[in-house]
């Protein structure tokens, strides 16, 4: 059976990324969703839990159409002190894979540093479908809900996460001063 | 909806680790199996990394017949250095849930302090369905193949497992002198 | 008997705080205060070791007339690589309290989504009687001594901590470029 | 002014504790008890946080006639990765002190290596008053409350001590078949 | 026999540190080059490997005439989590000592709160001879080969460190919008 | 240039590993002599602190007829807290290499895990030329020098090694009551 990786932060987890997910199901038997920086949360860039941004994807792939839930796995990795180790530590966090899905800077770069190709899904609108404008618009009180399915915008409600973002960024914007 | 957690080291994934799935399975909606001491593997205790169980809980929950994988999540977490955050630790690794099954010791008594009541499966065949017991097995030469799924059986074998044991068993009588 | 927490960095201790403390002991009987980021000195937002800061606050106490240091402990406590499990680490390295007083964001934050209100002293002199500003005034040389208490200034002289604090901006002013 | 460290664990803190607090009293005007390996609980050897050995140790003195305790400081310091670290960690997290009292042999053994003489109170009734002999006899079901000040029995009863301390051997013993 | 420690980061190793290195040789018999946040690689600041930064020191060295080899030791040091600990650490991960050469900020800070004193080697052509400009020009493309010795501009080359160090620029850009 | 890499934790450094640093030179052009575990010291297993043992090692070779010390490095590096990541440890903490000896087994099981070969030198005189050996008499108190090169034997004394080994035997020989 082939098996690939997608690694990202999901912070929050969007449409972009379920368009990568159906992208990779279809060169992939089985497909384990990897939540990198697994132990950070409650920062401007890492505002969301480990099993805060799974319950978003688990949420939002349950209702999506074309994917079969039953080929996917969610696995949550925390980061390495040295960052060489990163892709080494996906493989003993992970079952046996055979490719790589990733738009994230390092994984790409430390698996090319091991002679391994890493498929770059293509990021169509990818001025809007991406976690810095996502955090960016929640941050500043403009419309981010249609990045995102209808589980993860809901879910972020639930928890209250603008609040919590909203509270982040400014304690963040003294700090500066 | 419903979520419990499952938590176990799962060195190995055997029988009765399935049974407590479908006990959980009758109780609850949706089951994480939350896959402890994360980060250890190579040691007696602890032979096989995270990806290594998941991938045998994996194989051998897609071929029971009676276990709807769908309603299955498995999540590594790591230790804690502070034993008394283990139980909030995995508050943030894992999506929101309400019950906990575990034959964990320290699982146990950590959510007993904190007012959270833990269900501990039946341990039917317990002198046998045991981790210490196969894995003595396993060192011995005796039959453990039994006491787990054709799967784990054959994904054992697939990563020269028993070889790994042994070695670290030879080791560890060693050192212990 | 109730007791209280207060939460923050003292980077360093000053009047602020201890207005804050006299506040406090109006309605606690017993107060810990907490010296957050124990573990870190040496930086621009925070110069001064645990201990320095201890010591600091505790000549600084002695010699307030309205203060009964019988009431008063200070526990340092190091910060948690997880964020959210920062106010579990408070209630296992602090006796049990029944009252959070901060006006630190995270803790404010973290307690909130745990559903315990945390009292927000007053800030009187916010401008002026803030950490950042006084660590400002050290290293441009302006006068900083009438923020802080006699003892806290002197025992800043005694360890030469405006040359330390000088030398970190210095460092810090380069490494911007 | 003169200053002392008291360096120990305290698990529990006990009768032989409060003799060499007595005695380092006499010798120096404040003492620091530090609480060692500040960041282990729950286990065999060291059953209690630091939180509540804190309050173990403080409502044990506010009960002594003999102690006066404004002369007393409460700091807890987790252990350090690299062993000779040890006593400067403890110059980092403590106000500057001129004597160490330390029953623990680490301490004593660095302490020694970096030329600094610690000052080792004598233990009268040593084979009863040690944390060992008081932990092995609150599992076997012993009475141990005389070893103690009444304060730390009764908090030990109130936090439900000896069922954890319990819980904590069986699982042990279990381990070490 | 005289020994003094070289503290740097060598990120990359250059000219002004070979000009150092020969400057220490004349003062002790015996110096050891201590690679300073040896964990770290990957980074704006710290792009290579504990590693690969031996490797330049030791092929420029073989290569320097007025430079006997076998009176250089090169040891690589991680991070303390303290600050204050730095120094200490050195200590133990390092035959003894008598003299310290370092530019580097923090060393000399640290060793001088100690009360020992650090050799700062004249930085002749400091402009051009430093680590930052010679990753800047890296990474803007232009002449750097002439800061750094055949040996290391060799080895840079060998690994595509040029590559790594714009992928690496491009990705903090990124980020900091 | 073919270069080999031996680990060992050196604790401590004796006659059998000299005589497989003769055997590697026969072999590779340069040696890196890897010191495992280097955080760890002062303990029953690992007495000597890395800079401890590299200076043993120093002094011998540097006494050692048949060595070229030009043509060897050592290069300490701590454990790392995944086991199966320590041979990529190294990978990171050492210059390219070709090739592997040790006895140690856990480096043996790694590297064999990845499918890379590692040289096990003949362990001539094995029972006495074992650092527990060693260790076990400077404990008892028995004739360990001959076991160990002129200038470990007298680095060991000027240490006062042999009183910090008695005063850990001692120490652990309590605890396991």
């Known amino acids: 059976m082939s098996r690939g990786i997608f690694v990202g932060r999901f912070q929050p987890f969007h449409l972009g990324h379920i368009a990568t997910i159906k992208f990779a199901l279809e060169k992939v038997e089985e497909l384990v969703i990897v939540i990198g920086s697994a132990q950070i949360s409650h920062e401007m860039r890492n505002p969301f839990t480990a099993g805060e941004r799974i319950q978003m994807i688990k949420d939002s792939l349950d209702a999506e159409q074309g994917i079969d839930i ?98 982040i960024f400014m304690k963040h914007s003294e700090s500066s001063h």
């Open 70 to 167: 039953k080929r996917i796995l969610m696995i949550p990795v925390p980061d390495v002190s040295y960052h060489p180790l990163w892709t080494y530590q996906l493989d003993i966090m992970v079952p046996r894979y055979q490719s790589v899905f990733s738009n994230d800077f390092f994984t790409r770069l430390l698996y090319k540093e091991r002679g391994i190709e890493v498929i770059q899904p293509g990021l169509h609108r990818r001025n809007e479908l991406s976690g810095t404008e996502i955090r960016s618009r929640m941050v500043r009180g403009r419309d981010w809900k249609d990045l995102v399915s209808t589980q993860t915008a809901k879910f972020v409600d639930d928890i209250h996460g603008i609040e919590r973002i909203k509270a």
